[in-house]
């Protein structure tokens, strides 16, 4: 009735032809697992990339075409009968598993930082991410094998690798960490500077992976000194958006920029609002009784250097 059917809707039709309704297994599985549940809003597509990361397992290949093809790596003798049809099932089941534990890892703020699922960086990296797990799990060196996957998420953050098209990127990645988990002598990847950082925008990639990393650092609200929901952060300016030409910029836009925006409770920021820093800093300080040492201490979380800190004041 002209709603466009996206991948996942097509191969839910296709293998009704097995008496499989992927549906209910997506259904199930938001049931079973609580993180999935938790993305599944913000991610839409998750539902497709356990599928990606089926295949990508099966026979190394996250493609559309490859997608739409995935019941053929089950067939045997051209037949898709009960032993493939449990054959697929165990395989939703682990791979939701395995995407439970992305998101899981993901959300650890002490790993890679992402307090929201709006900050992930590139959603497109979770099915070679899970998929990447599963290559690792129930080896000998599987802590190593886990280190090398968190130095593939992070070298790929910051630049514009998945930004594009991502398929051949990832079936590409996905080769050479197997590759790299084989042989640890040499890293398939290289150092990569990044450029025009203060000129991302909010929501992209790069902007996200800045997020991730100040929450890495354990940034502590302005007024809250150790939150206790530290989903309820959200990124904020830290010189108000409504000085911009107190601050002799040529253009608004730079005071949009990420070395401007940190994680701060909703409430905290209507609180300080437009005051400037030096004003807002000397409120808190006096409200809460600490010193300049402390405030510093507390802001520093946020990735805010001295010299910054001296530029608040």
């Given at each position: 009735k002209g709603t466009p059917l996206g991948t996942f809707d097509l191969l839910n039709a296709r293998f009704r032809l097995y008496k499989i309704v992927l549906q209910n297994l997506w259904e199930k599985t938001k049931d079973d697992y609580p993180n999935v549940e938790s993305y599944a809003e913000e991610i839409e597509k998750l539902n497709y990339y356990i599928l990606q990361t089926m295949s990508l397992v099966k026979k190394g290949a996250i493609r559309k075409k490859e997608i739409l093809r995935l019941d053929e790596a089950y067939k045997t003798s051209g037949k898709f009968?009960?032993?493939?049809?449990?054959?697929?099932?165990?395989?939703?089941?682990?791979?939701?598993?395995?995407?439970?534990?992305?998101?899981?890892?993901?959300?650890?703020?002490?790993?890679?930082?992402?307090?929201?699922?709006?900050?992930?960086?590139?959603?497109?990296?979770?099915?070679?991410?899970?998929?990447?797990?599963?290559?690792?799990?129930?080896?000998?060196?599987?802590p190593t094998c886990k280190n090398k996957i968190r130095y593939w998420y992070w070298n790929n953050v910051f630049i514009e690798k998945y930004s594009g098209s991502t398929d051949s990127q990832g079936e590409s990645d996905f080769k050479a960490m197997k590759d790299w988990f084989e042989n640890d002598s040499q890293s398939p990847f290289n150092f990569e500077p990044i450029e025009d950082i203060e000129s991302s925008k909010q929501g992209a990639a790069d902007y996200n992976g800045i997020m991730c990393l100040i929450a890495k650092k354990g940034a502590k609200d302005f007024?809250?000194?150790?939150?206790?929901?530290?989903?309820?952060?959200?990124?904020?300016?830290?010189?108000?958006?409504?000085?911009?030409?107190?601050?002799?910029?040529?253009?608004?836009?730079?005071?949009?920029?990420?070395?401007?925006?940190?994680?701060?409770?909703?409430?905290?920021?209507?609180?300080?609002?437009?005051?400037?820093?030096?004003?807002?800093?000397?409120?808190?300080?006096?409200?809460?009784?600490?010193?300049?040492?402390?405030?510093?201490?507390?802001?520093?979380?946020?990735?805010?250097?001295?010299?910054?800190?001296?530029?608040?004041?």
């Open positions: 009968d009960d032993a493939q049809k449990k054959e697929f099932e165990d395989d939703w089941n682990d791979i939701s598993r395995l995407t439970n534990e992305v998101i899981k890892r993901l959300s650890d703020r002490q790993v890679y930082g992402v307090v929201d699922p709006k900050f992930v960086p590139y959603t497109v990296m979770v099915p070679i991410f899970a998929a990447m797990l599963k290559k690792a799990e129930g080896r000998a060196d599987e007024r809250k000194d150790d939150p206790a929901d530290y989903g309820q952060l959200e990124d904020h300016h830290i010189f108000p958006k409504a000085k911009w030409k107190e601050y002799g910029l040529p253009e608004q836009s730079e005071i949009h920029s990420i070395f401007n925006r940190t994680l701060i409770f909703e409430k905290t920021n209507r609180i300080i609002h437009d005051k400037n820093p030096s004003q807002y800093l000397k409120e808190i300080m006096k409200e809460q009784k600490i010193n300049e040492k402390k405030m510093r201490e507390r802001l520093s979380t946020h990735l805010i250097s001295e010299k910054a800190f001296e530029c608040m004041k």
